[in-house]
């Protein structure tokens, strides 16, 4: 296993959360196969995150939002060594824009944490959300919530926000582990999948809006 990234994502030292599987025989595990195969394929990403005909979108979207979590999650993994609280005292992603957090049970106002704090409790935060059947149901057939969409969107825009802190702070390391291309192709599908759907604010977009235009134009 030479290439350095892989060896990050697979050191023991590292936890990263388990992944939410997609049970087998279930329909969200058949979309989940789907999706793969498209980018196996070396399909267009633009094309790749389009809904396939028949298929529900929030189904579709469930799908797309655990796997994104499941990358995210990894990237930063692989640069998490360096993201310290002395390093990143602000969750921020340069001098215009720091994000604060914000939750339902110890975080009720915006608070200004460390970055490495931020990515913890969001992380814990998604997967919370990813495993609760009331909002992302594993049975075909159980309906989603009404507010299914509303819960994705600040998934995705809190997903966003570490795309956004690696490229503007970390993105040295990213390139010191040879996994820049991976780390791009990451983002492109995400920006593609958010964009189509519009699952997220433009604003929120803002602060990678020129790198974006590079990569995805």
């Not at 030292?13 to 980018?39: I, M, N, V, Y």
């Not at 979108?57 to 002395?86: K, M, P, Q």
Request: with cysteine; net charge positive.
């Amino acid at each position: 296993m030479s290439n350095p990234f892989l060896k990050q994502v697979f050191n023991k030292d590292k936890t990263f959360r388990p992944k939410r599987k997609f049970e087998p025989g279930t329909q969200r595990f058949e979309l989940h196969k789907k999706a793969q195969a498209s980018l196996n394929a070396g399909l267009d990403l633009k094309l790749a995150v389009q809904l396939p005909a028949g298929e529900e979108l929030n189904d579709w979207v469930a799908v797309h939002v655990v796997d994104f979590f499941n990358r995210v999650n990894l990237i930063y993994g692989t640069i998490s060594d360096g993201c310290t609280e002395r390093s990143c005292p602000i969750m921020s992603g340069g001098p215009k824009y720091e994000y604060r957090w914000q939750d339902e049970h110890r975080f009720r106002r915006p608070t200004a944490l460390s970055a490495p704090r931020y990515m913890d409790l969001l992380m814990d935060w998604i997967e919370v959300q990813i495993n609760n059947e009331d909002v992302f149901p594993t049975n075909v057939g159980t309906p989603f919530p009404k507010n299914f969409l509303q819960v994705v969107k600040k998934i995705l825009s809190r997903l966003f926000r570490v795309f956004v802190h690696v490229y503007i702070h970390h993105f040295d390391r990213i390139a010191q582990l040879g996994s820049e291309a991976h780390v791009n192709t990451c983002y492109k599908h995400f920006y593609y999948f958010v964009t189509e759907f519009g699952l997220i604010d433009t604003k929120e977009l803002e602060p990678l809006k020129e790198m974006t235009a590079r990569m995805c134009h």
